[in-house]
């Protein structure tokens, strides 16, 4: 009985402190300035934002695939999102939340930054895609891939694990046109610990679209909470 109530108190803490460090980083990551412009911001604890809904691109004649709100498990707060995959879906890399920069809104200075929590079933065939393009040119650029997996991540070339079947917090900052400068991508932890790896960014003149999608046509589904994506457009403090 004892060793059954001190087990419940150390999840119940395990949970508070989850839910404490996820909520601290959606506050940071949401807070606009005189330099940061936030374009983007749902907890999800209103249901899905019309913001979030059109960000949606998935063709799937069964239905299947898309969107919904779960209470099941969050990284804070009362809901998250459920992004379903599908076997039907018309196309790989479907159903994907996509947000575009276009014509004049193209991004061609400052830092990007996207930050989101999110929690990815241990199964087969389960993967985040991370795409960033500029289609201000033609053909268009790729900028850079990421992927987020089950048991790990990647950008560009480089891999790096984290623990798996927990929820995880994700922040990718993209500087535009600034030399020497890195893309960086950092997997938090609920205790704290951060997982993080570089890419050179000298190459992005310009980012018209980013991309996170359901990699494969399968049953699969992951889970988005905190979904944060902001512009600094203050060279001089990046």
Same mark, same amino acid.
């Given at each position: ?7 419940? *108190? ?19 990551? &949401? ?14 604890? &209103? ?8 960000? *949606? ?15 099941? =498990? ?10 379903? %995959?599908? $076997? ?22 400052? =830092? ?16 985040? &895609?991370?795409?960033?393009? #500029? ?36 922040? *990718? ?10 893309? =960086?991508?950092?997997? =938090?932890?609920? %205790?704290? $610990? ?7 960014? #000298? ?22 909470? %905190? ?9 001089? &403090?990046?």
């Amino acid at each position: 009985m004892k060793k059954t109530f001190c087990a419940l *108190l150390l999840l119940s803490t395990a949970s508070l402190l989850a839910e404490n460090t996820f909520e601290k980083l959606y506050i940071k990551a &949401s807070t606009p300035s005189d330099s940061t412009r936030i374009i983007l911001a749902d907890n999800f604890e &209103s249901g899905i934002r019309a913001e979030v809904q059109k960000l *949606l691109h998935c063709e799937d004649p069964q239905g299947k695939a898309g969107l919904s709100l779960t209470s099941s =498990t969050k990284a804070s707060g009362s809901n998250a999102l459920k992004i379903q %995959n599908s $076997t039907t879906v018309k196309h790989s890399f479907m159903p994907a939340l996509s947000q575009w920069f276009k014509g004049s809104e193209t991004i061609k200075s400052g =830092t990007i930054a996207v930050n989101f929590d999110f929690k990815i079933p241990k199964a087969k065939g389960v993967a985040i &895609s991370i795409e960033c393009r #500029d289609y201000s040119v033609k053909p268009h650029l790729s900028n850079f891939s990421a992927v987020l997996t089950p048991i790990g991540f990647r950008l560009g070339e480089i891999s790096k694990a984290y623990p798996t079947e927990q929820w995880l917090h994700c922040e *990718l900052t993209i500087p535009v046109q600034h030399s020497g400068k890195s893309v =960086t991508m950092s997997i =938090t932890e609920a %205790n704290g $610990t951060v997982h993080k790896t570089e890419l050179a960014a #000298d190459s992005i003149k310009a980012v018209s679209w980013i991309g996170l999608m359901m990699a494969q046509k399968n049953k699969s589904y992951v889970y988005l909470d %905190n979904l944060v994506i902001s512009h600094n457009s203050d060279k001089s &403090s990046i």
